[in-house]
């Protein structure tokens, strides 16, 4: 069994609305990125490549490959949870917490935890993402952007090369 630990953040850019964990949330303000700035599935991206001692999002998906530019969070965690599967791994879990003082994001979860179940083949009570506020502190607070925090749980398959 291997952990992993992803963080991401991205900044808010004018713009109406922005894709959090595949979902579209409506919002007077959109998040600034070279992919669709999911902030949720960049975190899990990073949380499941770090479990498996591939590097992070940006070494294999690069912000100066112009071939990335807008590209769907959602492709990207497929890749990666391919790459997991041909490393030998197996994903246990996924917890992930959204931080964004605004907006409120609660009716949006049940849709985010199955479009990332439904992505890495798991069942959804296998997927928590939790939101929370910063209770008005650091940039989350003054509504400058979001943050992601992820950890994962994977497991030799042993049909790949572990270890």
Do not use: W
Not at 2 to 19: A, K
Not at 30 to 41: I, R, W, Y
Not at 66 to 85: C, D, F, H, N, W
Not at 102 to 110: D, E, Q, S, T, V
């Amino acid at each position: 069994m291997r952990t992993g630990l992803g963080y991401d953040v991205h900044p808010f850019s004018p713009g109406e609305g922005f894709t959090l964990g595949g979902v579209r949330v409506p919002f007077d303000k959109g998040l600034k990125g070279h992919s669709d700035a999911d902030v949720l599935l960049h975190a899990i991206c990073d949380a499941l490549l770090g479990a498996c001692a591939l590097g992070d999002l940006g070494t294999h998906f690069p912000d100066t490959d112009p071939s990335y530019q807008g590209i769907s969070s959602l492709r990207l965690l497929e890749t990666v949870a391919k790459m997991v599967r041909d490393e030998g791994f197996a994903v246990i879990n996924i917890d992930s917490t959204i931080m964004a003082q605004r907006p409120r994001l609660a009716g949006f979860i049940p849709q985010m935890v199955d479009k990332i179940a439904v992505t890495l083949s798991l069942p959804a009570r296998q997927v928590s993402v939790k939101a929370t506020t910063t209770e008005g502190l650091g940039f989350v607070g003054r509504c400058e952007g979001i943050a992601c925090l992820a950890v994962t749980m994977v497991r030799s398959t042993s049909l790949g090369k572990t270890l």
